[in-house]
């Protein structure tokens, strides 16, 4: 039987009789968890509606703030991961999360890895997805607060600026 999103599947590790899930089960759930969200739009006022309001509420803020970064880190809650767990995308970018030029060339990204765009006009770092998969030169990602909803895009390599590792 299959596990429904967010479940795990029993596995060999277990902490006082608790079965622990393996990092890609986590990393699957992750995006599983983000992928149920697709289409999920703002409504109303701009960074508003229901369901942006639980992202923003799981990192303590109410309506009306930008929430790619708060989105994400509903996923990675909802999966059973206790951080990150923050609306400000800079803050996910940390420097013992970050991949290194040679691991990203190398092939060490994963799946529900982040992923960065910067802002030279902001001088910092505004947008995070998910990384759902990988194409030649791209990136498959899902993405909350990007056109004003929950989407899959296809983003060039060359756009990014970071990429970062919470699971491991």
């Known amino acids: 039987m299959e596990p429904r999103v967010g479940e795990f599947r029993r596995s060999d590790r277990q902490v006082d009789g608790i079965d622990l899930p393996s990092k890609k089960e986590v990393r699957n759930s992750i995006i599983q968890l983000a992928t149920a969200e697709l289409g999920v739009r703002e409504?109303?006022?701009?960074?508003?509606?229901?369901?942006?309001k639980e992202y923003l509420a799981y990192v303590g803020l109410g309506k009306g703030y930008?929430?790619?970064a708060a989105f994400v880190s509903w996923c990675y809650g909802q999966a059973g991961l206790?951080?990150?767990?923050?609306a400000?995308?800079?803050?996910?970018?940390p420097?013992?999360?970050?991949?290194?030029s040679r691991e990203i060339a190398l092939g060490a990204v994963k799946t529900a890895d982040l992923f960065?765009?910067?802002?030279a006009k902001l001088g910092r770092i505004h947008h995070v997805g998910l990384i759902k998969s990988f194409a030649p030169g791209m990136l498959i990602t899902v993405e909350g607060n990007s056109n004003d909803r929950v989407?899959?895009?296809?983003?060039?390599?060359?756009?990014?600026?970071?990429?970062?590792?919470?699971?491991?």
């Open 43 to 52: 409504e109303g006022r701009e960074n508003s509606g229901p369901r942006v």
């Open 66 to 68: 930008p929430w790619c």
């Open 82 to 86: 206790p951080s990150p767990r923050t």
């Open 88 to 93: 400000w995308s800079p803050a996910l970018f």
């Open 95 to 100: 420097k013992r999360r970050l991949y290194k």
């Open 116 to 119: 960065a765009i910067y802002s």
């Open 151 to 168: 989407e899959s895009r296809r983003r060039a390599l060359s756009t990014v600026y970071a990429m970062a590792n919470w699971v491991d």
